[in-house]
T-cell receptor, first 110, second 111 residues
Framework: RKEVEQDPGPFNVPEGATVAFNCTYS??????FFWYRQDCRKEPKLLMS???SGNEDGRFTAQLNRASQYISLLIRDSKLSDSATYLC???????????FGTGTRLTVIP | DAGVIQSPRHEVTEMGQEVTLRCKPI?????LFWYRQTMMRGLELLIY????????DSGMPEDRFSAKMPNASFSTLKIQPSEPRDSAVYFC?????????FGQGTRLTVV
């Protein structure tokens, strides 16, 4: 089983839609969790950290479910500029040992 | 801060040649990571350093790959000899706490 698993998509949604991505991780001792965004032929960029209590940044909401070992990312009111690949990242050891999922491709359609 | 700086941005080399990729982390960051990204395998962690010391190199594919970090502001990833299957984008990233910041990557093509 992979350390981090994501639905690769693609997700094609109209502008203004709400879309959610899930990610599961295998190591129950994992310490920290993040969502990254990667545009085509660019480097991954940190989008947001994921906290146990859940956290929100504008249109983006991230949640962590430790019991079920999954994290989620919700994007409300999708914009064309949200089109990208979203990578789920898990720090398994608390020592910055970052494992990346293979990413979920999102395309927002006008 | 200029962010993580990698060089070269693109490298095309012939099979069997030595390739050296370079990375300058963000000043003050004490973790440095080397990743490789391909369509088939996604983003793979090759090796990472903490305070210039290699912590985990289990992702290094084989003995042809080696990485060094002689000081806090510089790291290299070397492939010798290179093979066509090494073609990929190689990213360097650095971190202090909470996530990592990536360089723009080196796109390596081995022909």
């Amino acid at each position: 089983r992979k350390e981090v698993e994501q639905d690769p998509g693609p997700f094609n949604v109209p502008e203004g839609a709400t879309v959610a991505f899930n990610c599961t991780y295998s190591n129950s001792a994992s310490q920290s969790f993040f969502w990254y965004r990667q545009d085509c032929r660019k480097e991954p960029k940190l989008l947001m950290s994921v906290y146990s209590s859940g956290n929100e940044d504008g249109r983006f909401t991230a949640q962590l479910n430790r019991a079920s070992q999954y994290i989620s990312l919700l994007i409300r009111d999708s914009k064309l500029s949200d089109s990208a690949t979203y990578l789920c990242v898990v720090d398994q050891t608390g020592a910055n040992n970052l494992f990346f999922g293979t990413g979920t491709r999102l395309t927002v359609i006008p | 801060d200029a962010g993580v700086i990698q060089s070269p941005r693109h490298e095309v080399t012939e099979m069997g040649q030595e390739v050296t990729l370079r990375c300058k982390p963000i000043s003050g960051h004490d973790y440095l990571f080397w990743y490789r990204q391909t369509m088939m395998r996604g983003l793979e962690l090759l090796i990472y350093f903490n305070n210039n010391v290699p912590i985990d190199d289990s992702g290094m594919p084989e003995d042809r790959f080696s990485a060094k970090m002689p000081n806090a502001s510089f790291s290299t990833l070397k492939i010798q000899p290179s093979e066509p299957r090494d073609s990929a984008v190689y990213f360097c990233a650095s971190s202090l706490v909470g996530g990592a910041f990536f360089g723009q990557g080196t796109r390596l093509t081995v022909v």
